[in-house]
């Protein structure tokens, strides 16, 4: 249950960032416009792009974990069900979460920090900072999550075999 509620919400979620980047795409084709063609460029385009940007980065990641599409080096250990194998990826996933919690602990204290002052960014829209720094641990907690429901499918299931044992690369 756990696992597919995991899987469930990386899975929106990272949906949610591709179409963020569709929308940055229309964005950045609206300033372009506006720009070149009517000689009216916007104020909000590029930092509104920039912070979406921003969200996609950390929030995706554990999209891209779920994926298995993370850099992975199999030059040894190529079947995925083996003990060495299934030891090596929960010894990464520990090492990700190793990295991935200390970015929560510090971005949530800079987070809370800055929400509780009230800074704002030094940009002409300057939006509150909690919105640009909250990606950082949310994403991160995010990846936290799937990981271990990663940690847990590399214990209970067989894992998908590689295209390379299939001759695809």
């Not at 950390?58 to 994926?67: D, I, N, S």
């Not at 990826?89 to 602990?105: N, S």
């Not at 939006?127 to 936290?144: D, E, H, I």
């Amino acid at each position: 249950m756990f696992v597919r509620w995991i899987d469930a919400l990386s899975e929106f979620v990272g949906k949610l960032c591709a179409w963020s980047l569709v929308a940055v795409g229309f964005f950045i084709t609206f300033e372009i416009v506006m720009r070149y063609v009517f000689n009216a460029p916007t104020i909000w385009v590029d930092e509104v792009s920039r912070i979406l940007q921003i969200w996609v980065v950390y929030l995706a990641a554990a999209f891209v974990l779920k994926h298995r599409e993370m850099v992975t080096i199999e030059l040894i250990l190529r079947n995925p069900n083996t003990l060495w194998r299934r030891l090596a990826e929960t010894l990464a996933i520990l090492v990700m979460f190793l990295f991935a919690g200390t970015a929560i602990y510090y971005g949530f204290s800079l987070w809370l920090h800055d929400t509780l002052a009230g800074h704002t960014t030094d940009t002409y829209l300057a939006p509150p900072k909690w919105f640009t720094q909250a990606p950082v641990w949310l994403g991160n907690a995010l990846l936290v999550l799937q990981g271990l429901a990663q940690l847990i499918r590399v214990w209970t299931e067989d894992l998908p075999e590689d295209d390379v044992l299939e001759g695809a690369h």
